[in-house]
C-alpha cells in the first residue's frame, strides 16, 4: 500500500513537472495551486452559517467550534419556558438532546409541533439567561441543560404538516409556518391552493401574498413561510386584489389562509 502511494505521488509530481518545467520554484506553485482549494472548502459561508445542525451537537460542550456561530435546526418543540423560550429536540436520536431557545421578542410555541429555527450558539449560563430574558426555569429543566449552550434565534417558524393546521387552526392562528406541498390550483397570480398530498382528507390550504408568487403551475411543489390567518372574502378583495367571491370563498368559510412572506418552488 506505501509503495502505491508513492508511485502515486511520484506520478502527480511527474506530470506537474512537464507542465511547468523541472525549477522548485515552479514545482512548488503547482502544489499550492493544487492545495488551496482543498484548504478552503467547508461547510460554512463566510458569515459562520452551519448546515444541518442537531440539538445533539449543540449541547454537546466539547463541540465548542458552534459557539458564536449560526446555526439552523429543526426538532419538536418539547416544552415551553416562557412566551420567549422554549426547549426543542431534533429527532435524530430518540432520545436526543433538547436545547433552550431564546429570543427577545415573542416566538411563535405550540408544544408537539415541529419547527425551524435559525439562531447564534452561546455559552450563557442560567443566570444571564434568566435575567437577561425575564424568566425562571423550572428546578428539573435547568439541573438538565445547566452546562450546555443555548440558542438566541433570530428566526423560529413552526413547520407543520397542513393537516395539523387545518383541523385545528387555533394554535396557529397569528403564528408564523414553513410549510411545503403541492399546487391544487391557481386562483389568482397571488392565490394559490396547497395540498400536502401526505394524506386522505380535506387538508387544502389557501396560499395569498401581496406580490405574484413566481413560476406557480398547478402540480408545481412549493415551499411557502407566512403568517396563518383567518381572512374574510372582503379582506382578501381589499388586501389582495382577488377577484369574484366564488373562486375562493368556500375555502376561507372552512379553513384559515396563509399569508406567505415568502414561496418557492422545489419541483414540478
Known amino acids: 500500500m506505501i509503495n502505491k502511494v508513492n508511485n502515486n505521488t511520484t506520478s502527480h509530481r511527474d506530470r506537474i513537472t512537464q507542465v511547468f518545467g523541472k525549477t522548485p520554484a515552479a514545482i512548488a506553485l503547482a502544489l499550492f495551486a493544487l492545495v488551496l482549494p482543498a484548504c478552503t472548502g467547508t461547510n460554512s459561508d463566510s458569515a459562520g452559517r452551519e448546515a444541518a445542525t442537531t440539538t445533539s451537537e449543540v449541547a454537546d460542550r466539547s463541540n465548542s467550534n458552534l459557539i458564536g456561530k449560526t446555526v439552523t435546526i429543526s426538532g419538536d418543540i418539547q416544552r415551553q419556558v416562557s412566551p420567549q423560550a422554549f426547549t426543542i429536540q431534533s429527532d435524530e436520536f430518540v432520545n436526543g438532546q433538547e436545547v433552550l431557545v431564546v429570543n427577545a421578542n415573542k416566538v ?3 408544544e408537539g409541533t415541529l419547527t425551524r429555527v435559525t439562531g447564534t450558539v452561546r455559552d450563557l449560563t442560567i443566570v444571564d439567561v434568566e435575567k437577561e430574558y425575564g424568566f425562571d426555569l423550572d428546578p428539573g429543566l435547568e439541573a438538565q441543560i445547566r452546562e450546555q449552550p443555548v440558542i438566541v434565534a433570530t428566526q423560529v417558524a413552526l413547520n407543520p404538516n397542513l393537516e395539523k393546521i387545518t383541523e385545528n387552526p387555533v394554535p396557529f392562528l397569528g403564528r408564523t409556518v414553513a410549510i ?8 389568482s397570480p397571488t392565490a394559490f391552493m396547497v395540498d400536502n398530498n401526505e394524506v386522505l382528507g380535506d387538508d387544502d390550504i389557501l396560499i395569498v401574498s ?4 413566481k413560476n406557480i403551475t398547478e402540480g408545481s411543489r412549493v415551499q411557502v413561510t407566512g403568517n396563518v390567518r383567518k381572512l374574510t372574502t372582503r379582506d382578501l378583495e381589499r388586501e389582495f386584489n382577488l377577484g369574484p367571491a366564488k373562486e375562493y370563498e ?10 406567505a412572506e415568502r414561496t418557492q418552488v422545489v419541483g414540478q
Open 210 to 213: 401581496a406580490a405574484p408568487a
Open 250 to 259: 368556500v375555502y376561507v368559510q372552512k379553513q384559515p389562509a396563509i399569508v
Open 180 to 187: 411545503e406541498g403541492d399546487v391544487e390550483r391557481v386562483i
Open 108 to 110: 411563535p410555541i405550540v
